[in-house]
């Protein structure tokens, strides 16, 4: 067979199955034969090793990770798509596809049914529309995975894999270390996709920790502190905290005092730790059983 990212090749493919590109879908499949290659390697496919892949377009990086790891169950949401790869993933016995939205599926069951006794990692190239909500599933499913590799919106790779304290980091940088250790692995032009985005894209892997980057008293208090903080990212947490509340600002400044986080700190400024700090003070306000 041709290689699947072959221009002339994608588009004869196409046009026999009368394929024709869904943006509300995000799809934009990947044409540069040395990205697929990457992705397998540095997201740990390998012998004894199963992968779940999200997205799987033609097939492409699929190919590519069935060749490198002992079992691939890639998780795709668009039906016209099966009939394709059907044809291009025909040669390999390893693969197996679900036609199902992954924000859906009960991963945990699919882990216990495909990957018996293999270690077990994530890949994919996600639509740049739904990264966040992807990622957060996936790492708020307590999986038994022990990495996720995905090629992501270049700004949203700086913004996911951001150190807290930088100026880049956000709220989804404080949630994905929460539970895991980012790292920017490489970046891939837009040229490299057909078709073609506005934008470049990034690879990045989070390594999933044992358990939480940090111990709270209450889980949910902290991601609602992470969003508190950042909800109105200009002010001070400070302002943040009691406007997201709706509390008075004598009590917004109580909590601070009780995280040992300064008065006048931005989010964007504030730790893993202290915002853990600050979950902890949430609960001792009061906040515990649910008045958020």
Known sequence: MEPL?????????LARHGFSFSKSLGQNFI????????????????????????????????????????????????????PILDETLAPYSNVTIVNQDVLKVD?????????????VVVCANLPYYITSPILMKLLEDR????????????????????????REAGAISAAIR?????????????????????VDST?????????????????????????AAFSQRRKTVHNALAAYFGRPKDW????????????????????????????DALAGAGLSQGET
Request: glycine share 8%; with cysteine.
């Open 107 to 119: 991963l945990h069951q699919l882990i216990r049914d495909q990957f018996p006794g293999m270690e």
């Open 5 to 13: 990212t072959n221009l002339s090749v994608i588009k004869d493919l």
């Open 252 to 279: 917004a400044a109580q909590v601070l005092a009780q995280a040992g986080i300064p008065p006048l700190a931005r989010a964007e400024q504030l730790t893993v730790e202290q915002f853990a700090a600050l979950a």
């Open 143 to 166: 999986l038994p995975i022990r990495s996720i590799t995905v090629m992501v919106q270049k700004e949203a790779a700086q913004r996911i894999c951001a150190r807290p304290g930088s």
């Open 178 to 198: 929460y539970y895991s250790e980012p790292q920017v692995l490489f970046h891939v032009s837009r040229g490299s996709f057909l078709p073609a985005p506005q």
């Open 31 to 82: 044409v540069n034969p040395s990205v697929c290659p990457r992705i397998s390697q540095l997201g740990g496919a390998a012998p004894g090793v199963g992968v779940i892949e999200i997205g799987a377009g033609i097939g492409v990086l699929t190919a590519q990770l069935a060749q490198d790891g002992e079992k691939v169950v890639c998780i795709e949401i668009d039906s016209r798509l099966l």
């Open 203 to 227: 690879v990045i892997r989070l390594d999933i920790l044992p358990q939480p980057a940090v111990a709270v008293r209450e889980e949910r208090l902290y991601f609602e502190g992470v969003r």
